[in-house]
């Protein structure tokens, strides 16, 4: 499955709902450096002093595995990336060689609060990697976003989410 085919699983059937006036879901493109992509991740976490060129290096990178289903919405109008949400595969050899789906950077920016972006980028990514065959999905979040995600069938697991940090 190469990167431009990803567009198409943004079928009707994975995509169900129209974002609202302007607003359009779609896979993540370089032009989206100038659109601000970054600006959106960095109401999440510190992105860091990255180069167009970095962007560019990791983003080749992604898409080549063909496991990133980095996905924005874009207000057409202003051409700006308002949203942004992203499916990674991992692959197992448990349960006969499956995958498993993670949702990572689940950010709306600022000014697009409450036109429920982060439902549609949710709801279409756990579509997603339920039809790409993974027997699971995970996700990491803050104890006030946990409603938000048993909205969608999410449950807090029973095991605990460890880290270590550099
Ligand atoms: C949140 C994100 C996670 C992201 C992390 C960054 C969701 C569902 N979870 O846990 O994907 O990687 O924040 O935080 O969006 P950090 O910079 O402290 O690692």
């Given at each position: 499955l190469d990167w431009?085919?990803?567009?198409?699983?943004?079928?009707?059937?994975?995509?169900?709902?129209?974002?609202?006036?302007?607003?359009?879901m779609?896979?993540?493109?370089?032009a989206d450096w100038s659109k601000g992509f970054f600006k959106v991740l960095g109401q999440l976490t510190k992105?860091?002093?990255v180069t167009l060129e970095q962007f560019v290096k990791k983003f080749d990178h992604m898409k080549k595995?063909?496991?990133?289903?980095?996905t924005v919405v874009e207000d057409t109008y202003l051409g700006r990336?308002?949203?942004?949400?992203?499916?990674?595969?991992e692959?197992?050899?448990i349960h006969a060689c499956s995958k498993r789906g993670r949702i990572e950077e689940v950010v709306v920016?600022?000014?697009?609060?409450g036109k429920q972006l982060g439902k549609l980028l949710v709801s279409a990514l756990t579509l997603l990697s339920k039809k790409l065959d993974c027997y699971k999905i995970t996700l990491e979040c803050k104890p006030q976003n946990v409603a938000?995600?048993?909205?969608?069938?999410y449950s807090p697991s029973e095991e605990t989410y460890m880290q270590k940090r550099f």
């Open positions: 431009s085919q990803n567009a198409a699983l943004f079928s009707p059937a994975v995509c169900p709902k129209n974002p609202g006036d302007g607003l359009i779609r896979p993540l493109c370089t992105v860091g002093d595995t063909g496991d990133y289903y980095i990336i308002v949203a942004t949400a992203t499916l990674i595969i692959h197992k050899f920016s600022d000014e697009c609060r938000f995600y048993e909205k969608f069938g």
